[in-house]
């Protein structure tokens, strides 16, 4: 089973300001079969990125994803005051798929 | 507009069977694999396992085999999960999402929060 490591845990930033977000694989991740959600309290996770680097349909284009192998980076790039929640990045290149345990970003 | 519609929270007693739905709209129902992701209390995502409505072809990560039961009755457009015997470890959001032409999500249900206690 591949092991998916977030970090930071929490990055307390400001509206306006980049955010960079990692998720590391214990081993590599077929293909780039990765994908990044984003949970607010009380929502279900959204689809932002898939394929490391295809934004879903709807999501901004200041979200971006990148990456291959085992380390892959969601960057936001201009904090919008609604961007701020919970971010967890998905693997789906091996059974079983699996979830990093997500990283918080919160209004500084 | 896809929605999936998830079923209520439920409150049971641990023993107890249960079985919550998903009821899919704005797309082709059977054309898509449905999963169902758990969501413990402060925790991570976890992939349960996800059901092809048009045949029932049904795959479950390993540590929810037998735990639980995917079903689907495409008829009506429903996707279900169920237990026979609940625990309070199962105590949990659920959500409902499907599935693309890869196993990641585009849409999800809103969740069903099951809580067991005595």
């Known amino acids: 089973e591949i092991v998916l490591t977030q970090s930071p845990g929490t990055l307390s930033l400001s509206p306006g300001e980049r955010a960079t977000l990692s998720c590391r694989a214990s081993q590599s991740v077929r293909s780039s079969y990765l994908a990044w959600y984003q949970q607010k309290p009380g929502q279900a996770p959204r689809l932002l990125i898939y394929g490391a680097s295809s934004r879903a349909t709807g999501i901004p284009d200041r979200f ?45 | 507009e896809v929605q999936l ?20 709209s704005g797309y082709s129902f059977t054309s898509y694999w449905i999963g169902w992701v758990r969501q413990m209390p402060g925790k991570r995502l976890e992939w349960m396992g996800v059901i092809y409505p048009d ?23 429903t996707a279900y999960l169920q237990w026979s015997s609940l625990e309070a470890s199962d105590t949990a959001m659920y959500y ?19 809580t067991v206690s005595s």
Request: charged share 20%.
């Open chain 2, 96 to 114: 409902c999402a499907r599935q693309r032409d890869k196993p990641y999500f585009d849409s999800w249900g809103q969740g069903t929060l099951v």
């Open chain 1, 64 to 108: 971006s994803g990148s990456g291959s192998g085992t380390d892959f980076t969601l960057t936001i790039s201009r904090l919008d005051p609604e961007d701020f929640a919970v971010f967890y990045c998905q693997q789906y290149g091996s059974s079983p798929w699996t979830f990093g345990q997500g990283t918080k970003v919160e209004i500084k």
């Open chain 2, 55 to 77: 045949d029932s072809d049904t795959r479950y990560m390993p540590s929810f085999q037998g735990q639980v039961i995917i079903s689907a009755d495409k008829s009506i457009s």
């Open chain 2, 5 to 24: 519609v998830q079923s209520g929270a439920e409150v049971k007693k641990p023993g107890e069977s249960l079985k919550i739905s998903c009821k899919g």
